[in-house]
């Protein structure tokens, strides 16, 4: 069809004014090729007339646009009758979903029956169903199957509520009974509990009776035994009435627990049972009166019988002295009584004081009336002797004291000069020792200039090396003779007095009561002494010992700044050693290259044999190299140091000479061939070795130095730049020496749990690298197995970790 939207096949060109589509040029499907066999014949009315020739396609246009209208009639009366079908069908629709609508809110309110409610809206529902299921149409099969699940529901929840309903009721009878049960037993436990509180109050009372009948005793005229009597009986009422309260308590506890914790229980509580306490609370303090009471009159009882023994003591007491019987002590028996009582003698003078003071008209004697104011007076005067004794005691000590002081303070001066003597000869030891020191100190400051040269360095460090021995010789003297000066100072100053110091301790006053025996006396001063002289021994010795500990520090610090500059000699001695080697391995890699040699063939020019190159062999081969500028001396160094202090030097030991190692300092790329346009094999970072395969050869084009080098890190082979055209460096010899730049292990062999550790590698130290191991694929760490300059420690070491930290960097 023209203009059609589902197209078969296409023909090129336009149709011009011809509305029929051309006969041939039709591509077959629409957007394949020119089908040449394909032609289209028109269908035209009326009789077909038989040619050889295909007819000239025709068209009567006239029937055609008839046809043409006729179908657009039919075409719009078809969508009038569908438009029309359409609103019939909706209105349809409409109506049946008011209906099913109306149905649907009924049975929504059936969904959320309650009990009251649920037979009117069952009713109503059926109603609506009756009335509206004819409406619904299509829906009605779905509105009725939901009203019979909300019949459903409604009825199982309805009844969910009923019994939820008899639970409560049931619950609230339960409640009720056992809030009566409750009540009840709170109203019989407070009843039991009055009960037992009113009849303990008529106990309290009788006992309280009964215990203020027996207290009557307690007047002036009672015996003691009889109030003694009174209190016991007293107590006994009152302990049992405390007995009955303890029990009263503990039966109130059990009904208070008895009730529980509910509110009326809590009321109650409050309301009956808290009044009930206190109660019990009043019977304990009026039992605690009673008490009271009978410790009073017990106490009354004790205070009575012991006046009464004290009387009877003191009759028997004037009964003993009272020699003549009459009553009264004269003055003989007066002295006698402070003798034997007191341990005091009265003088006459004393007696008559007394006499005088207590006794009768006649001065004949002292009654036993006045016995306890003679008895304080003969005490008063005892009190006042004794004490002036005791002052002039004390006033004879104080003058003992500081004759002995002074005595002990002219035998510690004699001691002190006798010591100060004896260490003269130490002091000055010590003196000429940090003498000695100072000029150590002095020569390694020299030592620790930075700018001083290898040979100076050299001559400075030996120098340094000799004056610290001799102090440290002079130190270590000095040390020895401190410590045998303070073996025989010490003992010195334990050493007994001299006879005359002695004998003048023996000769000080001294009293027979209080002040030691003369060889007491003695001990005590040459104790004093001797802890004295040790002091002062102590004090000097300490002070010569913080000197020498001063100077032994002041002296390790000169051994440390030259063990340092050791360093620095092995350091600076290994830099020039590298220099030379790579002088010597330039040299010789430059003649074999010019003489188109290998190094086995330069060594059977020399006439090497089996057991190595010599050094006169060694030298002659280095006389033939071109360039090579070193003297006698540097080339016997780096033999020595090649062949380890051996005679010979043996052909492993001569190729491991000629491999040359370059590091990198610059980041650059490991190329595949020798143009430096050539693909990138890897980047080189800082501190990658490469040892050199080929080269080094120049790139003419881009006029630089190119080496074919292997990666010791991977193994990776390539061509790498020596320097740019502009004078940036990328590699420089090196990488045989490793620095230590972090803490790290020295093991016995290259696996990391397998192997021993020999010690560790502390930072700033340097190894010669004996071997490289390519970086391991499982813990990415690269070793490699050196030797340390230190102390010619061999092992393995790891170099860095991939990705993480680095251990030695090539130096």
Not at 109 to 138: I, P
Request: hydrophobic share 40%; proline share 3%; aromatic share 4%.
């Amino acid at each position: 069809q023209i203009n059609g939207d589902q197209v078969w096949a296409q023909a090129d060109g336009k149709l011009g004014a011809s509305p029929l589509p051309p006969a041939t040029g039709w591509r077959v499907p629409f957007d394949g090729l020119v089908d040449e066999a394909m032609r289209l014949i028109v269908d035209t009315p009326g009789p077909k007339v038989k040619s050889q020739a295909p007819p000239a396609p025709f068209i009567d246009v006239g029937v055609e646009e008839r046809q043409r209208q006729l179908r657009e009639i039919a075409l719009k009366d078809a969508e009038r009758i569908r438009l029309m079908q359409g609103k019939q069908e909706e209105e349809m629709w409409r109506q049946e979903q008011a209906c099913a609508l109306k149905v649907s809110k009924v049975i929504q309110r059936v969904r959320d029956a309650t009990m009251e409610n649920y037979q009117d809206l069952r009713a109503e529902l059926k109603v609506v169903l009756a009335e509206k299921t004819a409406g619904m149409g299509s829906q009605a099969e779905k509105v009725l199957r939901e009203a019979e699940e909300a019949i459903l529901q409604a009825r199982e929840r309805v009844g969910q509520m009923v019994a939820q309903q008899m639970e409560e009721e049931q619950r609230k009878r339960e409640a009720e009974a056992r809030v009566q049960e409750e009540k009840e037993l709170c109203e019989r436990l407070a009843m039991e509990a009055i009960a037992e509180v009113s009849e303990e109050e008529a106990s309290i009372t009788e006992t309280s009776e009964i215990c203020r009948l027996v207290l009557q005793v307690s007047d002036d005229y009672a015996t003691p035994d009889a109030l003694v009597q009174a209190g016991k009986e007293a107590d006994e009422a009152i302990d049992a009435a405390n007995l009955r309260l303890d029990r009263l308590s503990q039966s109130l506890a059990e009904k208070e627990a008895g009730m529980g914790s509910s509110e009326l229980a809590i009321a109650k509580l409050r309301d009956e049972f808290r009044p009930l306490l206190s109660r019990v609370a009043v019977f304990r303090q009026r039992l605690q009166t009673l008490r009271d009471e009978s410790n009073s009159v017990k106490e009354k009882g004790a205070r009575k019988t012991a006046v009464a023994k004290m009387l009877k003591e003191q009759q028997d007491i004037f009964d003993k002295h009272d020699s003549d019987k009459d009553g009264k002590l004269c003055r003989a028996e007066i002295v006698g009584f402070a003798k034997a009582e007191y341990d005091f003698i009265l003088n006459d003078q004393n007696v008559e004081q007394i006499m005088k003071a207590y006794a009768d008209e006649g001065n004949v004697g002292v009654s036993f009336e006045q016995l306890p104011k003679m008895r304080s007076m003969v005490a008063i005067i005892r009190y006042e002797v004794r004490t002036r004794e005791r002052r002039a005691e004390e006033e004879r000590q104080e003058r003992f004291r500081c004759e002995v002081e002074e005595r002990q303070r002219v035998l510690v001066e004699v001691k002190k000069v006798e010591l100060l003597r004896a260490l003269e000869a130490l002091s000055k030891l010590v003196k000429a020792t940090e003498s000695s020191v100072d000029k150590a100190f002095n020569v390694a400051s020299g030592v620790a200039a930075e700018d001083l040269g290898l040979p100076r360095l050299r001559e400075v460090r030996v120098e340094a090396a000799a004056v610290a021995k001799a102090a440290k010789e002079s130190l270590d003297q000095a040390l020895a003779a401190l410590d045998t000066e303070e073996q025989r100072l010490t003992s010195l100053s334990a050493a007994p007095l001299p006879q005359q110091d002695a004998q003048d301790v023996q000769d000080a006053p001294a009293s027979a009561a209080s002040v030691p025996t003369t060889e007491g006396l003695h001990e005590a001063v040459a104790d004093a002494v001797a802890a004295k002289s040790k002091a002062l021994c102590d004090e000097e010795i300490g002070r010569l010992r913080s000197q020498t500990a001063r100077l032994k520090e002041k002296l390790d610090g000169v051994e440390a700044t030259i063990i340092g500059a050791g360093q620095r000699v092995a350091k600076a001695e290994a830099e020039e050693l590298e220099v030379f080697q790579t002088s010597l391995r330039t040299a010789i890699r430059d003649m074999m290259a010019e003489r188109n040699q290998t190094a086995s063939q330069l060594l059977d020019q020399a006439g090497v044999t089996e057991e190595g190159l010599t050094f006169e062999r060694f030298k002659a081969i280095l006389a033939t190299a071109p360039g090579l500028e070193l003297t006698d001396g540097d080339v016997v160094r780096v033999f020595r140091h090649i062949a380890d202090g051996k005679e010979s030097l043996s052909q492993e030991k001569f190729g491991e000479l000629l491999r040359l190692f370059f590091k990198v300092v610059n980041p650059t790329v490991l190329g595949v061939d020798m143009p430096i346009k050539s693909k990138t094999l890897r980047r080189l970072s800082v501190h990658d070795v490469l040892e050199c395969i080929e080269g080094p050869k120049k790139d003419e084009r881009v006029e630089v130095m190119r080496v074919r080098c292997r990666a010791v890190q991977d193994g990776a082979v390539g061509w790498a730049t020596l320097a740019g055209n502009r004078g940036t460096r990328f590699l420089e010899p090196g990488g045989r020496v490793m620095r230590c730049i972090q803490e790290t292990i020295l093991r016995d062999g290259p696996s990391q749990t397998d192997s021993r550790e020999i010690r560790p590698l502390t930072k700033d130290e340097v190894l010669d690298v004996m071997e490289f191991q390519m970086r391991d694929a499982m813990s990415s760490i690269m070793q490699i197995r050196g030797k340390a300059r230190n102390d010619g420690a061999e092992g393995w070491a790891a170099v860095d970790i991939l990705d993480g930290e680095t251990y030695l960097e090539p130096t």
